[in-house]
């Protein structure tokens, strides 16, 4: 039976703050289900983890031991490159790869460019099937998926996980979608505060779970700080009271009172005082000793994020993008014919269509028409091409701008002071830099291409509550169909090179300014 064992395991990417901390695991497998689900913040190490798991990295401290008959098998987040390992099995013609290229819907002349094929050819959820056919056709014990159904439409991502459930060794899968962590897991590893946490139950019932033994450790430190400032209040009135009761008869004697007044019996009376008040004092303190370790005994794990919101540029024109006719792929070839849509003001949509269908075609086009009429346009788009590179733009944004973005960025669950100085974000880390970018600039339309890509779900969450609010147009192309009812009132689909709109119609006219 495949095992994985941790040992006070330490990883760095830099002399910073290290990523993972004298982590200790132990997994074995498979039990109920094969999958593990992986979640947390951007940034806290879910791939760094994988890639430790995987050999691709060494620990700096620690023991890392992989019990499996073969090395275990990684699907990266990353689909930009054809690796040697997929470029093989798609001419294996065995009965195991032809199995999976058909459950995948998988065909080897996708890649081929005489045929026209190639792997820039491909939308960026064949080139996930074809990482996971690779991968799968290795037959692992242990199966490492970093963000599996990213790019996939509901129709791809269902067939995916219909491969996966009939896995049988053990596998670990980085997931932001819900969806997959509930189908595939029954145990839920949470990554935080550079270490780790296993969790029983798949993600749903395991984050109820932790969440309400959080709120309810906060509720006790809460508690506990509040008891903390009364007692610190108290000692204060005790040692206000202990200086009156010892200065106040000197006192009294400099103002011209009679010396030989002080009998001997108001004498022991005030130093029983004294005492009394020497004696509430030590007590007091005692007390609030007691108090800082009740604050101390409670772990509380430190939160970062809040709400966001989209800045808003009004616009004096009601109709602000239209594409009519035949639209050309990017090779030149007619991909969609008799189009008609309109992005109007203040306007909704969503975007949809299986992988290929030519929604990025649509999306080009409708981008092209924004930009002949000068709309300030927000565009988030599907992958970035390099994610420092977006580190390295926001260093380089003047001090005010840079302050406003990294607002944001903290916003949105990423602590500023540390991705500002690293040269090796995580994806999440950089798509939050892509999209505080936008969120920080006053734009009248907002474009998105698969935001939820690579984000941790409570940033998710954050989002959908930005776009709810935000008075501007609204293109989002998005898989993520719960998303797409909460903020979208009108579709456009794009199937068998045709464009369906239906839907609400335009919003009523709203008042521009600028």
Same mark, same amino acid.
């Given at each position: 039976?495949?095992?994985?064992?941790?040992?006070?395991?330490?990883?760095?990417?830099?002399?910073?703050?290290?990523?993972?901390?004298?982590?200790?695991?132990?997994?074995?497998?498979?039990?109920?289900?094969?999958?593990?689900?992986?979640?947390?913040?951007?940034?806290?190490?879910?791939?760094?983890?994988?890639?430790?798991?995987?050999?691709?990295?060494?620990?700096?401290?620690?023991?890392?031991?992989?019990?499996?008959?073969?090395?275990?098998?990684?699907?990266?987040?990353?689909?930009?490159?054809?690796?040697?390992?997929?470029?093989?099995?798609?001419?294996?013609?065995?009965?195991?790869?032809?199995?999976?290229?058909?459950?995948?819907?998988?065909?080897?002349?996708?890649?081929?460019?005489?045929?026209?094929?190639?792997?820039?050819?491909?939308?960026?959820?064949?080139?996930?099937?074809?990482?996971?056919?690779?991968?799968?056709?290795?037959?692992?014990?242990?199966?490492?998926?970093?963000?599996?159904?990213?790019?996939?439409?509901?129709?791809?991502?269902?067939?995916?996980?219909?491969?996966?459930?009939?896995?049988?060794?053990?596998?670990?899968?980085?997931?932001?979608?819900?969806?997959?962590?509930?189908?595939?897991?029954? %145990?839920? +590893? !949470?990554?935080?505060?550079? /270490?780790?946490?296993? =969790? *029983? @139950?798949?993600? &749903?019932?395991?984050?109820?779970?932790?969440?309400?033994?959080?709120?309810?450790?906060?509720?006790?430190?809460?508690?506990?700080?509040?008891?903390?400032?009364?007692?610190?209040?108290?000692?204060?009135?005790?040692?206000?009271?202990?200086?009156?009761?010892?200065?106040?008869?000197?006192?009294?004697?400099?103002?011209?009172?009679?010396?030989?007044?002080?009998?001997?019996?108001?004498?022991?009376?005030?130093?029983?005082?004294?005492?009394?008040?020497?004696?509430?004092?030590?007590?007091?303190?005692?007390?609030?000793?007691?108090?800082?370790?009740?604050?101390?005994?409670?772990?509380?794990?430190?939160?970062?994020?809040?709400?966001?919101?989209?800045?808003?540029?009004?616009?004096? %024109?009601? +109709? !602000?993008?239209?594409?009519? /006719?035949?639209?050309? =792929? *990017? @090779?030149?070839? &007619?991909?969609?014919?008799?189009?008609?849509?309109?992005?109007?003001?203040?306007?909704?949509?969503?975007?949809?269509?299986?992988?290929?269908?030519?929604?990025?075609?649509?999306?080009?086009?409708?981008?092209?028409?924004?930009?002949?009429?000068?709309?300030?346009?927000?565009?988030?788009?599907?992958?970035?091409?390099?994610?420092?590179?977006?580190?390295?733009?926001?260093?380089?944004?003047?001090?005010?701008?840079?302050?406003?973005?990294?607002?944001?960025?903290?916003?949105?669950?990423?602590?500023?002071?540390?991705?500002?100085?690293?040269?090796?974000?995580?994806?999440?880390?950089?798509?939050?830099?892509?999209?505080?970018?936008?969120?920080?600039?006053?734009?009248?339309?907002?474009?998105?291409?698969?935001?939820?890509?690579?984000?941790?779900?409570?940033?998710?969450?954050?989002?959908?509550?930005?776009?709810?609010?935000?008075?501007?147009?609204?293109?989002?192309?998005?898989?993520?169909?719960?998303?797409?009812?909460?903020?979208?009132?009108?579709?456009?689909?794009?199937?068998?090179?045709?464009?369906?709109?239906?839907?609400?119609?335009?919003?009523?006219?709203?008042?521009?300014?600028?």
């Amino acid at each position: 039976m495949p095992s994985i064992h941790l040992r006070g395991l330490t990883l760095a990417h830099t002399t910073a703050t290290p990523v993972l901390d004298e982590v200790t695991l132990d997994l074995a497998g498979p039990s109920d289900r094969a999958f593990v689900g992986v979640v947390g913040a951007n940034g806290v190490g879910k791939t760094t983890l994988l890639r430790l798991l995987a050999g691709d990295l060494e620990p700096d401290r620690g023991h890392r031991h992989v019990d499996a008959a073969v090395p275990p098998a990684l699907v990266p987040q990353d689909v930009d490159h054809l690796d040697d390992e997929v470029a093989a099995f798609a001419w294996r013609w065995d009965g195991v790869a032809e199995r999976l290229r058909r459950r995948l819907d998988l065909d080897p002349d996708q890649l081929e460019p005489s045929l026209g094929g190639g792997w820039d050819t491909c939308s960026p959820g064949q080139r996930k099937r074809w990482q996971l056919a690779a991968a799968l056709a290795r037959d692992p014990n242990v199966l490492l998926l970093d963000e599996p159904t990213n790019h996939l439409d509901v129709d791809a991502r269902d067939q995916l996980l219909d491969v996966l459930e009939g896995f049988r060794g053990l596998g670990l899968v980085v997931s932001h979608d819900r969806a997959v962590l509930d189908r595939l897991t029954d %145990r839920t +590893l !949470l990554l935080r505060d550079r /270490g780790v946490e296993l =969790h *029983a @139950g798949s993600y &749903t019932p395991a984050a109820a779970r932790w969440r309400a033994a959080d709120a309810a450790r906060r509720e006790q430190h809460d508690r506990a700080s509040r008891e903390h400032r009364r007692v610190r209040k108290q000692l204060g009135d005790a040692r206000r009271d202990r200086h009156s009761a010892q200065h106040g008869p000197a006192a009294e004697r400099r103002k011209g009172d009679d010396p030989e007044a002080r009998s001997m019996l108001a004498k022991g009376r005030a130093e029983d005082a004294e005492r009394a008040h020497g004696q509430r004092v030590a007590a007091t303190h005692a007390k609030l000793a007691r108090a800082q370790a009740a604050i101390d005994a409670v772990e509380v794990t430190r939160e970062i994020g809040g709400e966001v919101g989209f800045a808003h540029a009004g616009s004096r %024109r009601r +109709l !602000l993008a239209e594409v009519v /006719g035949d639209v050309a =792929h *990017a @090779g030149g070839a &007619t991909w969609l014919s008799g189009v008609d849509v309109a992005l109007h003001r203040g306007a909704r949509v969503h975007l949809r269509g299986h992988n290929g269908a030519g929604k990025t075609t649509l999306l080009r086009a409708v981008l092209a028409s924004l930009a002949a009429t000068g709309e300030r346009v927000g565009v988030l788009e599907q992958e970035l091409d390099d994610p420092a590179a977006e580190v390295a733009r926001v260093r380089a944004l003047d001090p005010t701008q840079r302050g406003r973005v990294l607002g944001v960025t903290a916003l949105l669950g990423v602590d500023p002071d540390r991705v500002l100085v690293t040269d090796d974000p995580s994806p999440g880390e950089a798509r939050k830099l892509a999209l505080a970018r936008i969120l920080a600039d006053e734009v009248s339309v907002v474009v998105l291409d698969e935001p939820t890509n690579h984000l941790d779900l409570p940033s998710i969450e954050r989002l959908e509550n930005a776009l709810v609010d935000y008075p501007g147009a609204l293109l989002l192309v998005t898989h993520d169909d719960a998303l797409a009812a909460a903020v979208t009132t009108q579709t456009w689909e794009v199937v068998d090179g045709q464009v369906a709109v239906s839907g609400h119609g335009t919003p009523e006219p709203q008042a521009g300014g600028g």
